[in-house]
């Protein structure tokens, strides 16, 4: 019996079609207006590159329903630079800015490229203690995820519940996380496509298993976020597939 929270969608609007084949109630609205009668969150990674205007983040929180939840990608300029040299106004203006999603919040996605690593734990520490302290009720759900495998250690893990924040469980080949049971409430599922350069589709057997994974989290009260970002492959059906799953073995 499902007992805490799912939210499975893509990362990027991936929706079928275009606006022509769209359900008639939706061809004059927007593509996410569409894209959230289909799912109850969105992974937003154009915040990644470019910081979206607060209007453009209010906007947002209009066009979907009200128990929608986004989820954004923090700016690349605060994550990727070498050895992290970032201005702590970046991560102000941005939290500033995403705001305005108001109760439509979802995660803040944090993530550090292969090119950061244990070595800027320091670094990485300042970015999580800034975060943690504008994060303003309703707050972000902080997860992070690492490309550098050498990040999965105790102190880490420890690191992160300091600041209320989760490692995000993804399947980049050569950094996969270890699955396990996390001590926060949350749980951020974020899966890149099983053919690499975000390609393929994910096999049956594959969500199956994983739907029996998040059924038990479900059953321990976690929040459980899943995006597919094999947006070049078949992100839109597997999202699809994994809920109707975890749906069936929830009756």
Known sequence: MQVGILRIGTSGIVVPGTKETFPEEYRSGSRLHYYGSLFNTLEVNSSFYKVPL???????????????KFTVKLWRAITHKKKLPYDPEDITAFLRAADKIGDKKGCLLVQFPTSVKIELRREVKNILKQIHALNSAPGWRVCVEFRDINWYIGPVYELLDRYEASAVLHDMPGSKPPVSDEATRVVYLRFHGPEGN???GYSPEFLEGYAAMIKTWLARDKEVYVYFNNTVGSAFEDAQTLRKLVEESNP
Not at 54 to 68: H, R
């Open 54 to 68: 607060p209007a453009t983040f209010e906007k947002w929180s209009q066009e979907v329903p009200d128990d929608f």
């Open 198 to 200: 975000y390609r393929g």
